[in-house]
């Protein structure tokens, strides 16, 4: 048998150095990309129309001014004078996310590619940013977070994100304790039966709400499940959680509007204080422990009188 013919190299194409430039051209014209070049000192040499767009300035009122002083937030023009130092330096360029001002003074996200031009001997003498306008990505990705941590029905957080923040306030090495109070509504399948769970979720939603009046700027509220709630007070202080439970029982004494019905529903509340170290499930139980005794008691209060 004859040896195998050896494959067919590809044709190899050869294109000339005017037109691998007017390629180069047409390409930095025709990105999506914002694709300033400027020297050590930060002004611009070269801006591209997209970064014209987005700045809604000219080409020609572009070159030769700082780009900080036109895409930089202001609180952050000197980290930008400092990142173009180091890179000419010779640093690594490290590629990440920052945040630039649109030519309407909007803030939008931008993932930026950082590359420093050399010549031929290696001496650096401008360096080129390459930036990706990500604002609509990152708005999505936190609104699917967003979903994934919240109550679908009250928009309070849900049990995941409850545990999240608590697991975060006992963390023994950076935590600094929180107070909780797990709330559970007294005899709500009554609501239910009697009024519709259309009317049993306009009185969850109502709870949810009471609870956001006591909440403070840095507590959370959050819904368990069913007509279980917690909300978490970052002070962590006793009196401060029999404060707000006062408060929640002058707020549940009042009735929910349910298609023009009064609706009255209770609650029983439990208080524990989780300390950084203390475990969550620990804590969480001393408050639904808490709770319990208190429906219990009342249980046993209304059998008495009846």
Same mark, same amino acid.
């Given at each position: ?23 180069? %051209?047409?390409?930095?014209?025709? @990105? ?10 930060? &002004? ?19 070159? +030769? ?69 990500? &604002? ?17 029905? &009250? ?20 935590? &600094? ?16 039966? %009697? ?29 368990? +499940? ?34 023009? @019905? ?33 429906? @219990?008691?009342?249980?046993?209060? %209304?059998?008495?009188? +009846?």
């Amino acid at each position: 048998m004859g040896e195998e013919p050896a494959p067919a190299r590809p044709a190899t194409v050869s294109v000339p150095a005017v037109v691998l430039d007017g390629l180069a %051209r047409a390409t930095l014209e025709a @990105t999506a990309a914002l694709v300033v070049v400027c020297d050590g000192q930060g &002004t611009m040499l070269l801006a591209n129309p997209a970064l014209q767009r987005f700045t809604g300035s000219s080409e020609d009122q572009l070159i +030769g001014r700082p780009f900080w002083e036109v895409v930089t937030l202001p609180e952050e023009v000197a980290l930008a004078r400092t990142a173009v130092a180091t890179v000419l330096s010779g640093a690594p360029a490290i590629p990440g996310e920052v945040d630039w001002l649109s030519g309407e003074g909007v803030k939008r996200r931008i993932e930026l590619q950082t590359s420093v031009l050399v010549h031929e001997d290696g001496r650096p003498y401008a360096v080129a940013f390459i930036g990706i306008d990500v &604002t609509v990505h990152r708005e999505r990705e936190a609104e699917v977070q967003r979903l994934a941590m919240t109550d679908a029905l &009250t928009g309070a957080a849900n049990r995941g994100a409850l545990f999240m923040v608590l697991g975060a306030h006992l963390d023994p090495g950076s935590g &600094t304790g929180c107070g909780l109070v797990f709330c559970d509504l007294d005899d709500f399948k009554a609501v239910n039966d %009697r009024h519709g769970h259309a009317a049993g979720d306009r009185v969850l939603v109502a709870v949810a709400e009471r609870l956001r009046e006591l909440a403070g700027p840095d507590d959370v509220v959050a819904r368990l +499940g069913g007509d279980e709630f917690v909300l978490l007070c970052a002070d962590g202080d006793e009196e401060a959680l029999a404060d707000r439970v006062r408060r929640f029982d002058h707020l549940m004494a009042q009735p929910v509007e349910v298609a023009g @019905t009064p609706v009255h529903v209770g609650a029983s509340t439990g208080t524990a204080v989780g300390r950084p170290g203390d475990d969550p499930d620990d804590v969480m139980l001393r408050a639904d422990l808490g709770m319990y005794g208190m429906k @219990t008691r009342r249980r046993i209060r %209304r059998a008495s009188r +009846g």
